[in-house]
């Protein structure tokens, strides 16, 4: 592909906003006439301690990480990334030589200021930090995908994950992108060993599925979740590229349709990713660990999930944890006339709220996760990226 036009209204990968355009390897279009690329992501761990079991943290090589600024205005309430058409303009893909697009501002059709985030250029770097590693996981040529394949035997296929993912789609499809949450989840999940060794868990929006095959290669079960035939398909394409990863921890991805907005889970056969009863039964007796990546964009959305994740917590049999992480995005509304991250602080009040509920026989305990756990893949660990435990347990 030379150029790629992205329409009005269209959401641009986060995590792949600073590759050039023709270095994407693109395997296929996807059921709604979407480009599809494939990703290679490097797990920088050890080989000789990965299969390590037990503590926290154990066996990883600590790669350092550092601080950026405080990412610009953007966001999913506003659409999630940093980069995203604005009404009535085409904002071309490709970064020019050094990975810059021109900054331009635009009014949305409620007169809300929109500014696209300027990606960092390698200029911009202070010359008194250490140079910046790349920012960006490998996206491969036809050319390159024939090499590595070629030298398969040397390589170690424990350290890459493959994904099948989009680049750019409508904020109802985000889910076919990898967000930078996912992978800021799977360095916890990769570092709390001890918390998905041998369980069985479950994602909620999962999307392309990424921080569920990384709990895979340590859990027993993963119900990787998510809504609408097409993600799912693409989530279980992507699972099926990566088994080699759970098999080497024993471990199995389900992929199922599990939506917030519904009370019950669907078991109707025909329907592509449903429940069997043997799986719900598994699910409510084993399950301790809940996870999620990047779901906090839009309030109600916000609000079904909270409900899923009450509703789940009653059913399970365990205490369970909740890992969920968020990106807290800005944006500067005429509305306010200011900068305000409302989808961040509708996030944090639903928190509040879960931790005041009170039924008589389950707790729900709170508390942030300081980002000093190891960096193992490659993205810009930046400041605004958060982490929270929740911890559900009954009252007795
Ligand atoms: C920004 S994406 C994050 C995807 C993935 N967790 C990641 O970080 O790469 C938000 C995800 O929430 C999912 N989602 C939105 N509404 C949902 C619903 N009602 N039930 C279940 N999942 C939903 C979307 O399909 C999408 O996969």
Redesign the pocket.
């Known amino acids: 592909m030379d150029e790629v036009t992205f329409r009005s209204g269209t959401v641009l990968s986060d995590v792949h906003l600073y590759t050039p355009n023709q270095r994407h390897l693109m395997v296929r279009l996807n059921g709604a006439g979407q480009p599809v690329f494939q990703s290679q992501f490097k797990l920088l761990w050890s080989q000789d301690s990965q299969m390590d079991s037990g503590a926290e943290g154990g066996g990883y090589r600590h790669v350092h990480t550092q601080e950026s600024p405080p990412a610009g205005p953007s966001g999913?309430g506003s659409p999630?990334g940093s980069g995203y058409s604005l009404e009535g303009f085409s904002v071309q893909a490709r970064a020019d030589s050094t990975g810059q697009e021109g900054a331009c501002a635009q009014l949305d059709e409620d007169g809300d200021l929109d500014v696209v985030r300027r990606p960092r250029a390698a200029s911009d770097t202070d010359p008194a930090e250490p140079q910046r590693d790349k920012v960006h996981p490998t996206i491969l040529t036809q050319e390159e995908e024939d090499f590595l394949e070629a030298r398969a035997p040397e390589s170690c296929p424990q350290s890459i994950i493959k994904i099948e993912h989009t680049m750019a789609t409508p904020l109802e499809d985000?889910?076919k992108?990898?967000?930078q949450?996912?992978l800021f989840l799977a360095d916890y999940i990769l570092f709390r060993r001890d918390l998905f060794q041998g369980r069985t868990v479950l994602e909620?929006?999962?999307?392309?599925g990424?921080?569920s095959i990384v709990a895979a290669t340590m859990a027993q079960t993963v119900y990787c979740?998510?809504?609408?035939a097409d993600?799912l398909a693409m989530c279980q394409q992507n699972i099926a590229l990566n088994t080699h990863l759970a098999a080497a921890g024993g471990g199995v991805v389900k992929v199922r349709e599990?939506?917030?907005?519904k009370d019950k889970l669907c078991t109707d056969p025909e329907v592509p990713f449903s429940w069997s009863e043997e799986d719900i039964s598994d699910l409510y007796d084993h399950t301790t660990v809940l996870f999620?990546?990047?779901?906090f964009?839009d309030d109600d959305?916000t609000d079904?999930l909270f409900r899923t994740l009450c509703q789940l917590s009653r059913r399970l049999k365990n205490a369970c944890t909740a890992l969920l992480s968020v990106e807290k995005r800005f944006n500067f509304t005429l509305r306010h006339l200011d900068v305000t991250c409302e989808a961040y602080d509708h996030f944090r009040s639903s928190l509040h709220a879960l931790e005041k509920l009170s039924d008589g026989k389950l707790r729900f305990v709170v508390e942030p996760v300081e980002a000093s756990f190891p960096q193992l893949l490659i993205y810009e660990r930046i400041q605004h990226l958060e982490l929270w435990k929740i911890i559900a347990e009954p009252i007795t």
């Open positions: 999913p999630p985000v889910g992108q990898v967000w949450g996912a909620l929006g999962a999307g392309t990424f921080a979740t998510d809504v609408g993600l599990l939506d917030w907005l999620a990546a990047e779901v964009y959305l079904a």
